[in-house]
């Protein structure tokens, strides 16, 4: 596709389920990003990874988050034990290469996680 | 993590005023970007201003940097509907991979 997709693009589950969010990033593009974004906030970064490999997970709140990328390209974001402070805009972002100044992300539409 | 103010927080305008919102910080940024994110959808970047006291020009919406790249402005003119979105601020950590963003400003240009 032309864009950064993300799927599903809304999720309702139960506290303590298990999740999974996809991301398809732009075609070509090694660098790929995921933000979570709360209700009136501006999006938090989570995780950078530059080809398969995590650069940068810092900003995964816990244990309970985790994401892969096995093949440089589509990455899944997975939360464990899910529970109702997860609920959250989940933003995935692309670019040519990380760390290039100039260089644009491109943010896909999200996935609404409500856990409830 | 250097820390992006933004104000207001909310401004709901009728179609056809001018406004202007700010993004703030007591930290010097070798470049700041803007972005625009309507409901349902993901931020879309508006413009990267590097240089101090640079002001840049996107059709009705003026950016400016501030002279000492502490803080930046967006000034609509003739908001229109098309223009509701929430405005984020953001800027490059040092090794220009991850984008920190302020809590932007939710605007509502009411026809």
């Known amino acids: 596709g032309a864009g950064v997709s993300q799927t599903p693009s809304n999720k309702v589950t139960e506290k303590g389920k298990y999740v999974e969010l996809r991301c398809d990033p732009i075609?070509?593009?090694?660098?790929l990003y995921w933000y979570r974004q709360s209700l009136g906030q501006g999006p938090e970064f989570l995780i950078y990874f530059q080809g398969t490999g995590a650069a940068d997970d810092s900003g995964l709140p816990n244990d309970r988050f985790f994401a892969v990328r096995p093949e440089g390209s589509v990455s899944t974001l997975k939360i464990q034990r899910t529970e109702r402070g997860d609920s959250a805009m989940y933003l995935c972002?692309?670019?040519?290469?990380?760390?290039?100044?100039?260089?644009?992300?491109?943010f896909g539409q999200g996935t609404r996680l409500t856990v409830v | 993590t250097q820390l992006l103010e933004q104000s207001p927080q909310f401004l709901s305008i009728q179609e056809g005023e001018n406004l202007t919102v700010y993004c703030n910080s007591s930290s010097v940024f070798s470049s700041l970007q803007w972005y625009r994110q309507e409901p349902g959808e993901g931020p879309v970047l508006l413009v990267t201003v590097v240089t101090g006291g640079e002001v840049k020009k996107l059709k009705r919406l003026t950016f400016q940097f501030g002279d000492a790249r502490k803080d930046s402005s967006l000034h609509i003119t003739a908001a229109q509907p098309g223009d509701t979105g929430l405005y984020l601020c953001?800027?490059?950590?040092?090794?220009?991979?991850?984008?920190?963003f302020g809590a932007g400003t939710r605007l509502f240009v009411k026809a």
């Open positions: 953001a800027y490059r950590n040092t090794g220009g991979f991850k984008t920190i």
């Open positions: 075609s070509g593009h090694t660098a």
């Open positions: 972002a692309s670019s040519l290469r990380g760390g290039v100044p100039g260089t644009e992300a491109f």
